[in-house]
């Protein structure tokens, strides 16, 4: 292609990338400073309390109902976006029979994502999931 015909790059784009860079750049010193402060800074002696217990049972109940509502719900979304629709690309199975034997295709892989099916109905990450809350 001529250079006289090359599409000129628009300068704005790149601008906005630069700025974005030094704006995390900026964060990111920020808050290795204010580590280094925090681990520079004398560190008084803890109190001592009668109701650790139940401090610790309260915070680990907080944290399961949190798990529990932030990730329950992400077993139940719908994987394949495109599923049950006429465009979806997991739909279309290919299979092959050899002889008498078992016929073989490829619906077993891509069965339960074209069916709609969410992150707890797929074959092997379904028996991981169990492990989320909710």
């Keep these: 292609m001529p250079s006289h015909a090359r599409p000129k790059p628009s300068r704005i784009p790149r601008t906005l990338l630069r700025a974005g860079l030094v704006i995390s750049a900026a964060g990111a010193a920020i808050a290795a400073g204010g580590a280094a ?3 520079a800074a004398p560190k008084a002696a803890p109190e001592r309390s009668s109701d650790t217990g139940a401090t610790a049972s309260a915070l680990t109940g907080a944290l399961v109902n949190s798990l529990g509502g932030g990730l329950g719900p992400v077993k139940n979304l719908q994987v394949n976006p495109l599923a049950n ?4 690309p997991l739909a ?4 092959t029979q050899i ?3 078992k016929p073989v295709g ?5 069965g339960a994502l074209s069916d709609g099916g969410a992150l707890k109905d797929l074959p092997l990450v379904g028996t991981l999931t169990r492990v989320l809350p909710g």
């Design 92 to 95: 279309n199975a290919v299979s």
């Design 85 to 88: 629709t006429p465009v979806d």
């Design 99 to 101: 002889a008498d034997f």
């Design 106 to 110: 490829t619906t077993l892989v891509t």
């Design 37 to 39: 402060t925090a681990a």
